[in-house]
């Protein structure tokens, strides 16, 4: 069954600005750490953004930073991603992703640290 649905995705032009929300509708996951994640056609999957669980701490990956801002609201039990200034090789394929488990401190950006998954949006940035 599904856990977490991102949403949001689309196609922009170069410069544009997209913002993916992740529905986690049973807050199940409102205690820990979530991601976003993307893949990019032909690469492997890399991780973007991350946010621990009360938002006091934030992770980007460095193509990122300045561009994209990760937030979380527990009260709706959702992770968004707003992405501004939006480039061609932002295209991909984008997943938010859960941790299930308390680390300390949290690993934010090990792929293998996230055991719940979306299905994916598609972000396509036109030049």
């Known amino acids: 069954q599904v856990q977490l649905v991102e949403s949001g995705g689309g196609l922009v032009q170069a410069g544009g600005s997209l913002r993916l929300s992740c529905a986690d509708s049973r807050r199940r996951f409102i205690t820990f750490p979530m991601a976003w994640f993307r893949r990019a056609p032909g690469k492997e999957r890399e991780f973007v953004a991350a946010i621990n669980w009360d938002a006091s701490v934030t992770s980007y990956e460095d193509s990122v930073k300045g561009r994209f801002t990760i937030s979380r609201d527990h009260a709706k039990g959702t992770v968004s991603l707003q992405m501004n200034s939006l480039k061609p090789e932002d295209t991909a394929v984008y997943y938010c992703?859960?941790?299930?488990?308390?680390?300390?401190?949290?690993?934010?950006?090990?792929?293998?640290?996230?055991?719940?998954w979306g299905q994916g949006t598609q972000v396509t940035v036109s030049s």
């Open positions: 992703a859960a941790q299930y488990e308390y680390e300390m401190p949290p690993n934010l950006q090990d792929m293998t640290k996230y055991h719940y």
